[in-house]
């Protein structure tokens, strides 16, 4: 973990910061980060896959050298797996003990529901102090939890507090960094919105998306990125299942840089088009016509 860095104090002290650990955000990202950061307010962030929500809790959790502590949200997702859960093999040595001992029920009961047989999880974890400051609390993709869970999120994300009918109320001293993420694969209730800052994370401009490329892949040619960066701009616009994000277009840059390409060419693109596009369907509507069709147009934009 690196030293412990002081929040911004402005949004363009935040677009540094992300820019020091290579995340080049725009404008109304980085302010609705650091309003976010500045009044102690969970952020939640919506937008397609690989438009970079996840990175974002990484980089800033090394920016400012807090722990960064991620749930990953699934179907089925409960507070025995987000929140907490008791040692139950633990408990039952214990019992077993003090019955051999002849301790008393009540001094039992007290002692196997104690801190020491607790198994804090992600949510619990981030409401505990930390030495480097509150860590920073990643909460993936929302969306794919059900909304039983979701529900169970307004006390934390509302009261930074969660409740264990054995020890009562657990409350953090300072409010965790927190992100929340969601695909959209369905749509998260209002109430936990209305906790957040709401930023919505679109595919970057293409000037945005080359600064990306060339800071993340430093090893990559000038016209090479540049080829890159306007073939994937191109690429969106095309009926897909699945538009490649930022993280496919650095995928393939770097799959580029490794088979020593220093421009795009017609076979280049149908053999990696499995580091851009990650369904079949699409890479058979891709392949051949409309890639050379894609290429043509870089190639005459760039000549322009």
Same mark, same amino acid.
């Given at each position: 973990?690196?030293?412990?860095?002081?929040?911004?104090?402005?949004?363009?002290? /935040?677009?540094?910061?992300?820019?020091?650990?290579?995340?080049?955000?725009?404008?109304?990202?980085?302010?609705?980060?650091?309003?976010?950061?500045?009044?102690?307010?969970?952020?939640?962030?919506?937008?397609?896959?690989?438009?970079?929500?996840?990175?974002?809790?990484?980089?800033?959790?090394?920016?400012?050298?807090?722990?960064?502590?991620?749930?990953?949200?699934?179907?089925?997702?409960?507070?025995?797996?987000?929140?907490?859960?008791?040692?139950?093999?633990?408990?039952?040595?214990?019992?077993?003990?003090?019955?051999?001992?002849?301790?008393?029920?009540?001094?039992?009961?007290?002692?196997?529901?104690?801190?020491?047989?607790?198994?804090?999880?992600?949510?619990?974890?981030?409401?505990?102090?930390?030495?480097?400051?509150?860590?920073?609390?990643?909460?993936?993709?929302?969306?794919?939890?059900?909304?039983?869970?979701?529900?169970?999120?307004?006390?934390?994300?509302?009261?930074?507090?969660?409740?264990?009918?054995?020890?009562?109320?657990?409350?953090?001293?300072?409010?965790?960094?927190?992100?929340?993420?969601?695909?959209?694969?369905?749509?998260?209730?209002?109430?936990?919105?209305?906790?957040?800052?709401?930023?919505?994370?679109?595919?970057?401009?293409?000037?945005?998306?080359?600064?990306?490329?060339?800071?993340?892949?430093?090893?990559?040619?000038?016209?090479?990125?540049?080829?890159?960066?306007?073939?994937?701009?191109?690429?969106?616009?095309?009926?897909?299942?699945?538009?490649?994000?930022?993280?496919?277009?650095?995928?393939?840059?770097?799959?580029?840089?490794?088979?020593?390409?220093?421009?795009?060419?017609?076979?280049?693109?149908?053999? /990696?088009?499995?580091?851009?596009?990650?369904?079949?369907?699409?890479?058979?509507?891709?392949?051949?016509?409309?890639?050379?069709?894609?290429?043509?147009?870089?190639?005459?934009?760039?000549?322009?």
């Amino acid at each position: 973990m690196t030293a412990k860095t002081t929040l911004p104090a402005s949004v363009d002290a /935040t677009l540094a910061l992300l820019a020091q650990h290579r995340y080049i955000a725009d404008r109304s990202l980085a302010t609705a980060l650091f309003l976010s950061l500045k009044l102690g307010r969970p952020l939640f962030l919506e937008g397609e896959p690989g438009t970079g929500k996840t990175e974002i809790a990484r980089v800033l959790a090394a920016a400012l050298g807090r722990r960064l502590i991620r749930l990953q949200c699934y179907e089925g997702l409960d507070a025995s797996t987000a929140v907490y859960e008791w040692n139950y093999p633990r408990q039952m040595m214990e019992i077993r003990l003090a019955e051999a001992g002849g301790a008393s029920r009540e001094t039992l009961d007290s002692e196997i529901f104690g801190e020491r047989f607790l198994i804090r999880r992600p949510l619990l974890e981030a409401l505990t102090p930390d030495p480097a400051g509150p860590p920073v609390l990643l909460i993936d993709e929302l969306d794919r939890a059900d909304e039983p869970f979701e529900a169970y999120l307004l006390e934390v994300l509302g009261d930074w507090q969660v409740t264990i009918p054995e020890l009562g109320t657990v409350k953090a001293p300072a409010p965790p960094i927190a992100i929340v993420t969601s695909n959209r694969t369905r749509e998260v209730h209002d109430a936990l919105k209305r906790r957040c800052f709401y930023a919505w994370v679109d595919f970057p401009s293409a000037e945005r998306e080359l600064s990306i490329v060339r800071a993340k892949c430093p090893g990559v040619g000038e016209a090479l990125s540049a080829q890159v960066v306007a073939f994937v701009q191109k690429l969106r616009g095309e009926d897909l299942f699945k538009l490649p994000g930022v993280a496919e277009t650095l995928d393939w840059t770097n799959a580029l840089v490794a088979l020593d390409r220093i421009a795009l060419d017609p076979a280049t693109i149908d053999d /990696t088009l499995g580091a851009l596009l990650k369904y079949q369907d699409d890479i058979a509507k891709v392949r051949g016509t409309t890639a050379l069709k894609l290429l043509k147009e870089v190639e005459a934009a760039s000549a322009a």
